[in-house]
């Protein structure tokens, strides 16, 4: 998967915009223009705020169905995302959570959206929903059928759960890329909110070899610098909500802010290279 070509940058900064309640959830508050006006809002605060993509996520629809959601969720997502697409001038992804890679899939192809994210692509994890298993033979056959150049950005031992198959992170990795044909990989916390390890980001980065990885959760203006030290990208949406509260909507002033230490952190990358390269030719 090449960053640039997709991001238009090495290092993207995706923010996420978390859907309010859609039809059939459990908390579906009966209208969808106003589900619409919301994340028309969200978006345009990320896109003026300067990260490089955004994700939409059926956050709110919790509790999730573990695979299969239903086909309203579908039809709701396939329109915010168009309209979205036609406010934003940005490479866009779709979540459709917990576990259904098919739709995300499908809404993507259908809507011009660039990739998906998929929480359990390869093994087996046990989760709130129940156990979920890997869906990549399937997925990957549909993407082959639908004739689309969607990417596929994965989680490797994903948060919110406990892994059924191999714990290990360099084995995770591995599997994720190599047998789950992953375009990339995420890595995440224990939770929403949670940062990775840094030893973990490590050992994803070492497995993955040229394979990017993503931060998933947890990252904020604060920490951005040490976690990027292993890490190609970052979707970020916690610490970009008015006072740092998940339920709360997209705070413009901690976007800029994000997006500030992810450029003053790659100035001093570029600048240490450059010190580094003259000390060796020197």
Request: hydrophobic content about 45%.
């Amino acid at each position: 998967m090449n960053l640039k070509q997709i991001f238009n940058t090495t290092q993207p900064i995706i923010g996420v915009v978390h859907l309010l309640p859609l039809p059939t959830s459990a908390r579906w508050g009966g209208s969808l223009s106003a589900i619409i006006d919301r994340a028309e809002q969200e978006a345009v605060a990320l896109a003026s705020g300067g990260v490089s993509s955004i994700i939409v996520e059926n956050f709110f629809d919790a509790p999730f169905p573990k695979s299969r959601v239903d086909p309203a969720v579908v039809s709701a997502m396939t329109t915010i995302v168009s309209r979205l697409s036609a406010l934003v001038s940005m490479p866009i992804g779709i979540n459709v959570l917990r576990n259904d890679s098919l739709s995300a899939m499908a809404i993507a192809s259908c809507t011009g959206a660039a990739f998906i994210r998929v929480n359990v692509l390869s093994g087996v994890m046990a989760t709130d929903q129940g156990l979920i298993e890997g869906c990549a033979h399937e997925l990957l056959r549909y993407r082959r059928e639908l004739g689309s150049n969607v990417k596929i950005i994965a989680d490797v031992l994903v948060k919110h759960a406990q892994p059924l198959s191999s714990s290990d992170i360099t084995t995770a990795v591995q599997e994720t890329i190599d047998r789950g044909l992953a375009d990339a990989v995420i890595l995440s916390g224990i939770a929403t909110g949670s940062p990775p390890r840094l030893e973990d980001l490590k050992l994803a980065k070492t497995a993955a070899g040229s394979t990017p990885i993503i931060i998933g959760s947890g990252a904020d203006f604060s920490n951005i610098s040490n976690l990027m030290q292993f890490a190609d990208g970052v979707i970020v949406s916690s610490s970009l909500k008015r006072q740092g509260k998940i339920e709360n909507s997209i705070d413009p002033i901690r976007v800029s802010q994000f997006v500030e230490a992810m450029r003053q952190d790659l100035t001093s990358q570029s600048v240490q290279r450059a010190i580094d390269s003259m000390k060796i030719h020197s």
